[in-house]
């Protein structure tokens, strides 16, 4: 898995390769069941349409970061571009804390690109400011994410 390992990263990128087919792995960014298995989203709706909303609810967590404080809470974005099967765009990402202030805007790219063994994932999602919390949410997410989308290539590569 190929996430960011920058001591101060301003984005997260995370290329992995998932021996699955292209349209189930990007159905897995947009499934209730998949998001709760893999990424411990607590409630979500997601429609893969241009201009579709894209939001996600996780349950806080009893860690509290001392920069960004509880974990958890929503991100939303809106899906401005999507090729079914293939990759959706958000723009207007936001991060809403359970106690805190958002964190946006962000964008979000995921491509799904078939390849010979199955698909080549990229989670791509950009957006900062020059400020400690900013650089400490991308740290924290990092982490995070590459440790949901382990479990998302876990499940598919099991299937």
């Known amino acids: ?4 390992t920058t001591a ?3 984005a997260f990128d995370c290329v992995l390769e998932i021996a699955a087919g292209h349209a189930d792995v990007f159905a897995a960014f947009f499934r209730p ?3 709760r298995a893999w990424w411990a989203v607590g ?3 997601t429609l893969a349409r241009p201009l579709g909303v ?3 609810t996780w349950p806080s967590t009893s860690d509290t970061d001392p920069r960004l404080g509880p974990l958890g809470g929503t991100m939303y974005g809106i899906v ?3 090729r079914p099967g293939r990759e959706f765009f958000l723009a207007d990402v936001y991060w809403l804390p359970t106690d805190g202030d958002p964190i946006g805007p962000m964008a979000l790219h995921v491509t799904c690109d ?3 063994a199955g698909t080549r994932l990229r989670y791509h999602q950009t957006g900062c400011d020059d400020s400690p919390r ?3 949410f991308y740290r924290v997410i990092s982490v995070d994410w590459s440790a949901a989308l382990a479990r998302l290539k876990k499940e598919l590569d099991a299937k």
């Open 134 to 136: 900013w650089r400490r």
């Open 80 to 82: 401005i571009d999507v």
């Open 1 to 4: 898995m190929g996430a960011s």
């Open 114 to 116: 078939p390849t010979a």
């Open 8 to 10: 101060d990263p301003s």
């Open 33 to 35: 069941e998949s998001l």
């Open 43 to 45: 409630t979500s709706i």
């Open 54 to 56: 894209y939001a996600l």
